[in-house]
């Protein structure tokens, strides 16, 4: 059973930094791209980041690249997520999600519902 489980979310203040921690479970963590999307209340789900643990590649939105930087450990079966430069406009839930199959695939399914979800972990930035 796929099981993605996140940690690190909490209040931070605008500017801060903040790592998010996913573990994941149950597959073949090289067979899968692993990243995170985020929603904010009232707002779409959007897909922020990704990384492909079998090669490192990896993929940002627009609204956080040059500030967060996602990285896998394969020994833990972890993705991470560090978030620098926070702005108030991050404050949303993040979620862990997983697919099989290449980044490529990862970031061509987005707007779908095809991936393995964690239960999310809030972050919250005040101004």
């Known amino acids: 059973e796929v099981q993605l489980v996140e940690s690190g979310g909490t209040l931070v203040q605008a500017g801060g930094s903040l790592r998010l921690s996913c573990a994941a479970s149950g597959f073949t963590f090289d067979d899968y791209a692993i990243g995170w999307f985020r929603q904010a209340p009232g707002k779409e789900r959007e897909g922020v980041s990704c990384?492909?643990?079998?090669?490192?590649?990896?993929y940002y939105s627009d609204s956080v690249k040059g500030r967060f930087t996602i990285s896998s450990d394969n020994a833990k079966n972890t993705v991470y997520l560090q978030m620098n430069s926070l702005k108030p406009e991050d404050t949303a839930v993040y979620y862990c999600a997983a697919l099989p199959g290449p980044l490529k695939l990862w970031i061509l399914s987005l707007g779908s519902n095809e991936y393995y979800w964690g239960q999310g972990t809030q972050v919250t930035v005040s101004s």
């Open positions: 990384i492909s643990s079998s090669d490192g590649s990896a």
